[in-house]
């Protein structure tokens, strides 16, 4: 088949690409305003920029009138979706499920620990030279709830298995029964959050989950809980947590704020209780070898006409 296919990374760091399509290398450059590598029109599958702001990522979606599949490099394919009136119909949109897993749970699993034990204070007395001991919770024995319980949901409570937490609750969009037991409906949110002691976000953003975590979610959470968020940043109301950070109350470790990034003396800084991370689930060692997979095997399956894995949607299909 002729068609040209735009990669993020250069094909020839890509082994075992099909043979077929023209590979063209366009990742946005470092400013977003890199030259396209083709014609637009001629492309065929757009694999979209990672860790680029948002104009560059939809920069083409306008031109790409032959455009039949769209390839994210990340779980969220949210970026896109507020664009899809700029898309062709017919046009599948797939994600990066398979490509995050590892990374992101990883980070969720340091970053509640990191809260709980109290290794933010620790860092702070080291630079100022002080030994300062005290007593800090552990994540055994507690409860935890994962609010989005989908590919990366899973990877976070395997990792959460080791280290003898008492209870796993566990949220999607629709309930369903797994090897690891019952996954609630997000409608049973309101009835679950008084029991964690750990509420940890990894949830797509969507209309449903948009503010999804505010004034009331937080008021449900139990004196003294940890709210960590892996997922995006809309999903929570920061005006709710602040209010709530401020006061004591809760404390929270977040890989993703709103908005983002987070400006130069905004409160979320400056809050009590808060750890933040500079949404860094995805880019770590994990992600290229990954990522490169994922491309080969839905470039071959594309080429062979095969069906495509992680189809979200499909533009101009059911109103899209």
Not at 195 to 206: C, G, K, R
Not at 252 to 273: N, Q, S
């Amino acid at each position: 088949m002729s068609a040209d296919v735009w990669l993020p990374i250069p094909p020839e760091e890509i082994k075992g690409l099909p043979d077929g399509p023209r590979y063209l290398f366009w990742d946005g450059g470092e400013d977003g305003d890199q030259p396209f590598p083709g014609d637009p029109a001629d492309c065929a599958v757009y694999v979209v920029p990672y860790m680029k702001r948002w104009p560059v990522k939809v920069r083409p979606l306008e031109r790409l009138t032959g455009v039949q599949v769209i390839q994210t490099l990340t779980a969220g394919v949210d970026d896109i979706t507020a664009r899809l009136s700029s898309i062709v119909p017919g046009v599948q949109l797939c994600n990066a499920r398979g490509v995050h897993e590892a990374s992101t749970a990883e980070l969720a699993l340091t970053l509640t620990l990191a809260a709980l034990r109290g290794i933010p204070g620790f860092v702070r007395a080291q630079q100022e030279g002080r030994w300062e001991s005290g007593f800090h919770p552990s994540l055994a024995d507690k409860n935890v709830l994962i609010v989005g319980y989908g590919s990366i949901g899973a990877a976070i409570e395997d990792r959460l298995v080791p280290f003898e937490v008492a209870r796993v609750a566990r949220l999607a969009r629709s309930p369903r029964t797994t090897a690891r037991g019952l996954v609630h409906p997000i409608t049973d949110v309101l009835s679950l959050l008084p029991d964690a002691d750990v509420v940890i976000l990894s949830t797509p953003l969507t209309e449903v989950t948009r503010g999804l975590v505010d004034a009331r979610f937080l008021a449900r959470m139990k004196d003294g809980a940890l709210l960590v968020n892996v997922a995006r940043g809309p999903v929570v109301d920061t005006e709710a947590l602040l209010a709530e950070l401020e006061s004591g109350r809760l404390t929270a470790a977040l890989d993703v704020t709103d908005p983002e990034p987070l400006p130069p003396g905004h409160p979320l800084w400056r809050a009590p209780g808060v750890l933040i991370s500079p949404h860094v689930g995805g880019p770590s060692s994990a992600f290229l070898p990954r990522a490169k997979r994922l491309l080969v095997d839905q470039l071959t399956r594309f080429v062979n006409r095969e069906p495509l894995r992680n189809v979200i949607l499909t533009t101009g299909a059911n109103g899209q």
